[in-house]
């Protein structure tokens, strides 16, 4: 009898709820299969009731079974996902091809291993940093849902391959930047793709010290470390599966996720999740919603709707998140990101090989729709000095949205430029900068579709 898997041994997120299934047993449930770890006692009696159970691997060693039975069917990880060494060395590739297309960025190093994590930034002359809607997509915060890292690599891919001859992906290159940084958790994606644990949902710090990583219960949650409501996310129990670390942005990989969004103002983001076929946005504060609460809902609405369920029966739905440590909270509330969490696919972490491109190519879809959005409707603001002409980093706000919740917005001190995704309508503008006197745009209008583009020269106050 299949029974004894310690609770820490077992996954943390399951492919179902608590209540629901024996997790210990029952390892994942997709369409009307299920993957169980059994007795041969019990395979007998479930022919005998007229179930056809297929014997995929008998073992005495009763965690080993339950850890390799997590890779599904295959019983280890099939080769259609890839390791982060092949991911560096495929855009590597790819890049060589097509140079002025993809800039590779350092963005860090990992916490424990100290291995780069790096950012990939695409755009017709990718050199350069323009002054262009900026969009990231970002997998595998969490280490075992390594579908993200495929779809960022197959965005990648797309882009590479399409530029030039898809209208699409080409008119995309010619006016936004796009960064992918395809592993954020690059030790705890190691631990997985490794063969190691296939449960591996942390990074690989060393919290206890003692020498040994990748045994649990060691290890941070990279998405409860940023700093946005730290102290109410994940849980304080270092050997918790949510452990947020001993501070915000303790660990090395959210502060490589802070560079990036410090190097770059971004617009919209989605960072990549497994699973539940369910999109969270920010966010449910108590029962407020977010400021930009109906710019938010109507664009992770339009993403969720072009994004088909594995079963095929219906798309992706949304739920607002709640607004504590983990990367949309901060994204939005400290830099003005619309970013989105999306669970992909559903009933396991790990998903089957002949799962795995209908659950990428759906989400190519979601892209596309997310990417419409860089077009508008908003306003695009440029500050500059009236003496100097130089761009200027100021704060760019609509009193009647934002309020206490989030920071202020700001123009970019690269390029002045501040953009704002908004429903059509009048909106009150304040743009501020200490030592410049405060300009007010009382009624900027929003058309239904498009920027509207002002360009506010601050006066100097002369102190
Ligand atoms: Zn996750």
Not at 92 to 104: D, I, N, S, V, W
Not at 419 to 424: I, N, T
Request: proline share 6%; hydrophobic share 40%; with cysteine.
């Amino acid at each position: 009898m299949i029974k004894n898997i310690p609770a820490n041994e077992q996954t943390e997120e399951g492919a179902f709820g608590y209540n629901d299934y024996n997790r210990q047993r029952i390892i994942s449930l997709v369409r009307n299969t299920a993957l169980l770890l059994a007795t041969p006692e019990e395979v007998t009696q479930w022919q005998s009731l007229g179930f056809v159970p297929e014997v995929l691997l008998e073992s005495k060693n009763e965690l080993d079974l339950y850890r390799r039975a997590l890779y599904g069917p295959a019983l280890k990880l099939d080769p259609i996902y890839h390791t982060y060494e092949q991911i560096v060395d495929r855009a590597g590739a790819l890049q060589a091809q097509h140079p002025e297309l993809m800039t590779r960025i350092q963005i860090g190093g990992t916490t424990q291993f100290h291995r780069p994590i790096y950012a990939y930034r695409l755009s017709n002359d990718a050199a350069k940093v323009q002054d262009r809607p900026a969009v990231l997509f970002d997998g595998c915060h969490h280490a075992d849902e390594i579908m993200g890292a495929e779809i960022v690599l197959a965005l990648m891919e797309k882009l590479m391959a399409g530029y030039g001859t898809d209208a699409e992906v080409t008119r995309w290159l010619d006016t936004l930047e796009i960064y992918l940084v395809p592993v954020v958790n690059v030790d705890g994606h190691n631990i997985v793709t490794s063969g190691h644990d296939p449960r591996w949902r942390k990074n690989a710090r060393d919290v206890n010290h003692d020498g040994v990583t990748g045994v649990y219960p060691e290890g941070v949650d990279v998405n409860r470390g940023y700093s946005f409501n730290w102290a109410l996310g994940g849980s304080n129990d270092p050997e918790g599966p949510s452990y947020r670390g001993a501070h915000p942005f303790s660990e090395a990989e959210n502060r490589a996720m802070r560079n990036l969004a410090d190097q770059r103002q971004l617009l919209l983001s989605i960072s990549y999740h497994s699973q539940g076929e369910v999109i969270y946005y920010p966010w449910i504060w108590g029962n407020l919603a977010a400021p930009d609460d109906k710019v938010i809902k109507n664009l992770a609405n339009d993403v969720a709707a072009h994004i088909t369920r594995m079963d095929g029966e219906g798309t992706y739905t949304i739920a607002p998140g709640g607004p504590s440590s983990q990367s949309y909270p901060w994204f939005y509330g400290r830099r003005g990101v619309i970013d989105m969490i999306i669970e992909t696919g559903k009933g396991t972490h790990i998903f089957s090989a002949a799962d795995v491109p209908g659950i990428i190519g759906e989400n190519l879809k979601g892209i596309a729709a997310l990417l419409e959005h860089t077009a508008g409707p908003g306003l695009s603001v440029r500050v500059t000095d009236a003496v100097t002409g130089r761009p200027l980093d100021a704060e760019v706000w609509i009193p009647r949205i934002d309020n206490e919740t989030v920071d202020r917005r700001r123009s970019d001190v690269r390029f002045g430029r501040a953009r704002r995704l908004l429903v059509p309508g009048n909106y009150y503008l304040v743009i501020s900068r200490e030592g410049y006197a405060t300009t007010v745009l009382p009624a900027q209008q929003v058309n239904a579709t498009g920027w509207t583009a002002l360009a506010v020269a601050l006066q100097p106050t002369g102190q």
